[in-house]
């Protein structure tokens, strides 16, 4: 039986820092509830000279991967490196060395999920991710062991701290996007290129890694149908409020017999659903089990000690496993084959912005092109004219996503149509 467990950290971001000062100030609880003292014995950073603002000594840091690999008396490596190629290569090496991996990374997790919990498989090690989606909620653990019993079918939620940063910053506070994201960067929020923000890559990762969970099936990146907040356009927010909804960037997950349907898009959300009064950098996600029905987490889902909270909790879960000779025996295969839905076989209501030309007969051009199509309109609304110019908002009943796709490029070749504004889906009804 192990007397102390030693952890090799690799990084000292915004994460890794916050693990180190979580292990610090938390060391007597956390040695109260293992039974023996867990502490960092190595970090790997890439300059040895920078100032750190930490209690470990100068001589626990190293850039050198192999001093850490080869150090028998570490028993398990913490990656919070961040990016893909580095981080990917580090967890290889370290479950090949036969040492249990906690990692933060969901851009790893997301596209080589499946290979490495394999490799954790059959070096009889441990491979941990709950900090790679949702900051400080624990939703990993929840998919795999709270709601284990329960079939999931659909999942839905803010994903990214700082998208949903940027538009409450916007919403609230009248705050430009440029500001909002310059702010969400100083907070540590952002990804280190925050494209992966707000075009809504780094959301689409976490939802490839919570719907291959609750969905016990194979979710690839390119199964998720993305869209950032580029093509949010002015007056969208406002109008949104009006007709009573709040914009958010959101990622879904549902799941019937035609198959998984994915998607990461900015969504308008009534006002009165839950999720639209989640703010700032705080992610919420409901989760629909057959059994259960209805659940939701909610909590800080980016920063420093959020993200460093749940990376700790798989600390804590890879000790008892090794100090119980556990570690490594998890059943990672996908239980079932998979299966993408088409865009016909999506279903969602949505929300229309046109600016047409202010003539007699383009409303019922255009509510005859929705005909047509088979969809049928909830609201019609001419928002504003100049007498030249019109905004007409339609909000549709349910549709399926290639009706809504057809629907645009017919929109798009009329001529009375000067140009589609905005689009977007709609979850639930509104107030
Ligand atoms: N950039 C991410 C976010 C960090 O804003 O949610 C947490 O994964």
Redesign the pocket.
Known sequence: MKNEINIGLLGFGVVGSGVAQILDNHQEDLQHKLGVPVSIKKVLVKNLYKERDCDLPAEVFTTDLNEILGDSSIDLIVEVIGGTTEAREAIEKSLNAGKGVVTAN?DVMAEYGLDLLQLADENKCDLFFEASVG?GIPLIRTLEDGLASDRISALTGIV???TNFILTKMKHDNMSYEDALAEATELG???ADPSA?VDGI?AARKMVILASLAFSTEVRLDDVFVRGLREIQDGDLELAAQFGYTLKLAGSAKKNCDGIEVAVEPVLVPDSHPLASVNN?FNAVYVYGEAVGETMFYGP??GSLP?ATSVTADIVAACRNLLMGVNGRRIHSPQHERHVKTDDRKFARYFHRIRVKDEVGVLTKLTAIYSRYGASLATVIQDSDNGIEADLIFITHQISRQQHLDIMNELNETPEVINVLSHYRVEGESR
């Open positions: 969901k900051g990214n701290g700082t929020f952002a990804e923000d780094d950098e889902g980016a993200t």
